[in-house]
Each structure stands twice: as structure tokens, then as C-alpha cells.
């Protein structure tokens, strides 16, 4: 799976990573976030872009992304829920790589494109639910910012 990074350009989630722990051991008294979110944008297929975010609260960040195409979803919810797996997978293996390399203490936390207000909102239950049962934090609009602005902006 290969990353974009605005400034680095394409790396690999290794790369992605190293650069992660790298970013954070620069200021390590500082309080991080790591965030994934997905958003897709349909046309003739659909472009799912996934990205990770690491801010240092109150002093900026640096954001990854990985887009793929893939054909079209016949149902909204169908689409919502492969947004949601998409950034759980990728969630998954970010902390299992923070426990091996003795990080454990950074959570993850998942930032869907649903929200109270349009289609999704009736998903918000199932979806909620699906991202904290599998032990991550979830947000939603208007507070998932990872999702509805920094792979929004790459999605289109």
C-alpha cells in the first residue's frame, strides 16, 4: 500500500510510519493525535482516499493519503460501511506497529464521513458502533475532520 505525502511525496506505510514516530519523538512532551479517515467521491467508479494525520495538538501536522479506485456501490450504506473498514484496516495496523514499537500510549482514533444532518445519519448507530467495538475512537461530522476535509480534498 502506498502513501502520498504532501511534502515527501510517495512512500510506502513503513515509510509512512517511520516518518510518524520520527515527527513525534521531535517534541515528545507534546500531546499528539493519530487520525484515519476515509471519504470516496463517485464518478464512472469510485475514488476512496484514505488519510492518516498525526497533529501535534496546537502545533500542526502532517497528513498522509492513499487513493484507490473501485468500481460503483450500489447503496450509499454499502460505500459508507468500506469507508469505514478501509480506515479501520489501517487503524489496525498503525497501533499494532505503535505497541511493537513501544508507543502503545498514542491512540487512534477514526474520523467517519457521516453525520447528523443528509443520508448518513441513519447510519451513525451502525457505524459508531462497528469503529468502537473494534477498540478505536470515532468521530463524526462535524468533528471528523480527518474524513470530511483532508481525504475529502484528495477524493475528487
Known sequence: ???ISPTKGVMSFDRVFRDIISYIEEEPQAKYKLIIGTDSHT???VCFVSAIIVHRVGKGGRY????KRDKKFPSLKQRIFYEAAMS???ASRLAEKLAQKGHSELDVEIHLDIGQNGQTRELIKEIVGMVT???FHAEIKPNSYGAS????KHSK
Not at 64 to 67: D, L, P, T
Not at 149 to 152: G, N
Open 43 to 45: 464518478r464512472e467508479d
Open 64 to 67: 498522509y493519503y492513499h487513493r
Open 149 to 152: 476535509k483532508v481525504a475529502d
Open 133 to 135: 467495538g473494534s477498540g
Open 88 to 90: 479501520m484496516g489501517i
Open 1 to 3: 500500500m502506498q502513501f
